[in-house]
């Protein structure tokens, strides 16, 4: 009989006629048919990740016919177009390097799959596919021929609810019984009282604290016995290992004191030990988790969405859409939830979900996805749920639009867990070798203590836990970040880019006069409907100028960023934008921000804009460029050179009549020089410049101007605040400084006194999860602190 592994799964095999293979013996046919598949593929190098990385296929005929009804499987898609669809599948079985490397390259196994990604920490593969070519029923048997059942609920496909983990707080509960029932039981030991510790019960009592601690042994402390040995599988060693190799040699060395009578052992030590250790991970779960809601629940995308009720169009917020509402959606601007299409056509944008750039026709009846991008004219939509910001988020922060960034801090926690666990090994095998020819209690003392005092979590957490917190202050400031790299980002920034219009200006009051032959009530009201449809800052300022009315149907429409609108409507050409687009023969004399209109190819006139500059904003640039290099960038002439002169500090450098390719431009040139640059601009027409720039912030005023370029929306309120966050960044990066300086400190004063012998096992794993504790209150209070400065 032949029990060596099987070559795929690494299960010994029991049968008397193992299958061989390829020169490779595998314990069943599932496994020698992964196999095949692989190399049928090219993809046996799936096995040099791991050794037996793989799982046995299980029998899965007629489980997922239910797949085969297309009202189910389209619950179960993310987004579903014509010749694309996105589905997230949990995959439980995802455990190790090949998992991703085989999940990852299902385009390779399967026509019609496109991309897949996995996401480890939530055990999820998103996969791309093309619905024509290969259906979800394909995919799900694919994924099980491979040994990557995935897990899909009939129960609750058409609810978000995720299932509880509670076994975390099962093991807390067993540990707590068994240390508080073995302290119980080990009082007489401890006062050594002879009249009720009498020598015939002695024993029997220390057999019963032995069978105590081992639920405590091999069910609480199981977690970190299976860490240590997926890492030692792994060839890495973490810190899991130590605390196993504490655990272990505890328990060891207290059953042979009781078998040979020696003592008591150290069973309630060990009890505690786990308990604390336990209640400390209990503790790092829940703050994280509510630092994980904060973010992803509590704090909001500033932007906003127009909403039709009647003939009233109004400005909300994005998360107060409701199922039925009626919405409005301009050119270029980024649907928010899923919804009904009401106008004729429409032409929608989904690279962002996607990646792919090409428009779709969708007509009227047809439903709409979150994320789809409107290109042309305005349409009309139904609600059919209400926003969902997790799914926004994932968008925005998928790793598309991620730009390269070095991480210092990660750097350093990388480099420190690194050599910690070897290190702090040879410490407590040197320790145990120079006490055991001293005290033989001490010196095993001294080895747990060692073991169990000495911790990094501290240090790895240091950076998620100040980051998340200072991500749900800004979002509560309505200052919204795409993720926290953009914080350490904004530390580094020494260049600040604004751009004039919509940006340092507001939407709101700036004063419009008209010069030019008089336009009819019939004209101002084609106008009006052709710049319903446009989202930029003086498109909206001037359809806010003209008189309220019914809107015309428009029958062409096109937005040329940095020119001008071409539109039909009525039968009527209308042209509105700058001097060169509408082919005006005359110079403009006037400096001042203009835009031109033509009606049927005759030359009307121009609406002037007499800018209202935001409030604050001298003040503002005032503190900033006390430590930052600031230039204005402008589409528009030099009008107002002058007036920006006198509100702007001294030697910050205005650049005007810039269309969006120069803004890029000048963003780069910038970087060549060694700058890190911010770019504040209106997320629209300056897309260019805040993808290429360190960290790319859009303003919102009373328009959607969601874009997956920016790292940052910030709503136009808080625009004066901007001094505010920069500062909040920098002290963020500092908190963390210091947080690491205080973690290491807590290492070395911990070895210290674990080293001479001063320190319990008991009191080391009290210790432990206090440090976490310690260091998370730290990074809470300095980061809240340093929020609360003005």
């Known amino acids: 009989m032949d029990t060596s592994p099987c070559f795929h799964c690494g299960l010994d095999s029991i049968k008397t006629d193992v299958i061989v293979f390829d020169d490779k013996k595998f314990c069943c046919n599932g496994c020698k048919t992964v196999y095949e598949i692989f190399s049928l593929n090219d993809m046996t190098c799936y096995y040099d990740f791991e ?163 081992l639920p405590s042994f091999f069910y609480s402390a199981s977690g970190y016995y299976v860490a240590a040995y997926k890492s030692i599988k792994a060839k890495m060693l973490n810190i899991e290992i130590p605390i196993a190799l504490g655990i272990i040699v505890m328990f060891v060395r207290s059953t042979v004191d009781i078998a040979f009578k020696y003592g008591s052992g150290f069973f309630d030590s060990l009890c505690g030990l786990i308990f604390f250790m336990l209640l400390g991970k209990m503790f790092q779960i829940k703050t994280y988790s509510f630092l994980s809601f904060e973010r992803d629940f509590k704090s909001y995308f500033p932007i906003a969405i127009t909403r039709v009720v009647g003939n009233i169009e109004e400005s909300i917020p994005v998360y107060d859409i409701q199922k039925g509402d009626r919405l409005l959606i301009r050119n270029q601007e980024l649907i928010p939830v899923d919804g009904i299409l009401i106008s004729e056509k429409a032409e929608l944008d989904y690279s962002f979900v996607t990646g792919e ?114 991500l749900r202050i800004l979002g509560k400031r309505k200052f919204y970040l795409k993720n926290a790299l953009v914080i350490e980002q904004l530390a580094k920034v020494d260049t600040l880019v604004f751009d004039k219009t919509g940006t340092i200006t507001t939407n709101h009051s700036a004063t419009i006069s008209y010069e030019g032959k008089a336009l009819s009530e019939a004209q101002q009201l084609r106008i009006k409907s052709v710049l319903r449809a446009s989202n930029h800052p003086l498109s909206r300022m001037l359809y806010d100028y003209f008189p309220n009315g019914k809107p015309i149907t428009v029958t062409y429409f096109q937005e040329i960023t940095g020119k001008g609108i071409e539109a039909i409507c009525d039968h009527v050409k209308i042209k509105i934008g700058s001097n060169a687009f509408v082919e005006k023969n005359e110079v403009d004399t006037i400096q001042q921000t203009v835009v031109h209109i033509k009606i049927d190819d005759v030359y009307f006139g121009k609406f002037i804009f007499n800018n209202q500059y935001r409030e604050g904003l001298e003040v503002l640039f005032q503190k900033l460029s006390k430590q930052y290099q600031i230039k204005v960038l402008s589409g528009d002439n030099e009008g107002e050179r002058g007036v920006l002169e006198q509100i702007m500090p001294i030697g910050t450098e205005l650049v005007f009549n810039q269309k969006p390719e120069q803004k890029l431009e000048f963003i780069k040139a910038l970087q060549s020089k060694g700058h890190n640059v911010m770019m504040v601009g209106d997320g629209l027409n300056d897309a260019g410049a805040l993808a290429q720039s360190n960290v790319g912030i859009s303003i919102s005023e009373n328009v959607n101007v969601f874009s997956p370029a920016c790292d940052a929306i910030l709503d136009a309120t808080q625009f004066e605040r901007l001094d505010y966050f920069l500062k909040l960044s920098k002290n963020s990066m500092r908190t963390i400084y210091m947080s690491f300086t205080l973690s290491l400190l807590y290492n070395v004063v911990g070895l210290s006194f674990a080293i001479t012998g001063n320190l319990l096992p008991l009191v080391a794993a009290i210790i432990m999860p206090l440090s976490t504790i310690t260091i998370v209150s730290f990074v809470t209070l300095m980061s809240n602190y340093y929020a609360r400065k003005k």
């Open 357 to 470: 750039a090409i428009p779709i026709t969708k007509h009227s009846g047809d439903k709409v996805y979150a994320g789809g991008k409107q290109i042309g004219k305005v349409i009309e939509m139904e609600v059919l749920h209400t926003i969902s910001q997790s799914y926004l988020t994932q968008l925005w922060s998928n790793d598309v639009f991620q730009k390269s960034v070095t991480q210092k801090h990660k750097t350093i926690t990388d480099k420190i867990s690194q050599y910690f666990t070897p290190i702090l090994l040879l410490i407590a095998f040197s320790g145990f070798g120079y006490w055991i020819f001293i005290d033989t209690d001490i010196a095993f003392n001294v080895f747990t203590a060692v073991l169990i005092v000495a911790c990094p979590c501290a240090l790895a957490l240091t950076a998620p836990f100040t980051f998340g917190n200072v």
């Open 51 to 213: 050794k037996s990385p793989g799982t046995t296929p299980l029998e899965i005929k007629g489980k997922y016919d239910f797949l085969d009804n297309e009202s189910i499987v389209s619950k179960l898609l993310e987004f579903r177009e014509d010749a694309t669809a996105i589905i997230s599948l949990h995959i439980p079985y995802i455990h190790c390097s090949s998992c991703i490397w085989i999940l990852e390259n299902l385009q390779r196994l399967q026509k019609g799959i496109s991309t897949s990604q996995v996401n480890f920490p939530e055990k999820k593969v998103r996969i791309t596919y093309n619905p024509t070519k290969v259906s979800l029923k394909e995919i799900v048997y694919l994924l099980n021929s491979i040994g990557y059942e995935p897990n899909i609920s009939l129960e609750n496909y058409d609810s978000e609810k995720i299932k509880t983990d509670h076994s975390l707080t099962y093991k807390l509960g067993v540990a707590f019984f068994c240390f508080g029932n073995i302290m119980l039981l080990s009082f007489p030991e401890y006062f050594d009282v002879k009249e009720f510790w009498l020598d015939q019960y002695k024993g029997f009592f220390r057999w019963l604290i032995f069978a105590l601690s």
